[in-house]
């Protein structure tokens, strides 16, 4: 393990119970980043999402691939004290349902990086199962 959610708090300015990124296990500051989010039953949105059947809602499982692009892009240190915030979703694809127990891969790689916004195509992983896959926008300040 790279970092741990203290080390990656330092980085991002995500707090429980709304942090979704546990731990980093490879970083390329400005360039790619493989993190995970270890998905546990007692994670707030599954009282609701659903009773009976918990499902990680994709919205969840894409900002956890933008926390991950952010710790990336935040990394840099001439980007370090910004925030990083959603720009756009492209091509959002949920190809398999994340429930309590599964350790959620979060692959980004961040590709156009301009002085305020930048791209990233990111993966999230259960397994070696691809669970989601878009593109991410985002702008930061």
Known sequence: MLMDKEQIKDIIPHREPF???DQ???LETGKSITATKFVKE????FQGHFP???IMP???IVESLA???AIALLSMPEHKGKL???????NAR???QVVPGDALTLKVTLDRLRSSTGTGLAEAYVGDTLACKCEIMFAFS
Do not use: H, R, S, T
């Open 24 to 26: 980093v296990e490879e």
């Open 94 to 96: 949920f190809k398999k």
């Open 58 to 60: 994709g919205v969840l």
């Open 42 to 45: 007692d994670e707030y949105y």
């Open 84 to 90: 990083a915030v959603f720009g756009a979703i492209k």
């Open 67 to 69: 926390q991950a692009g």
């Open 52 to 54: 009976g059947q918990p």
């Open 19 to 21: 942090l979704l990124v």
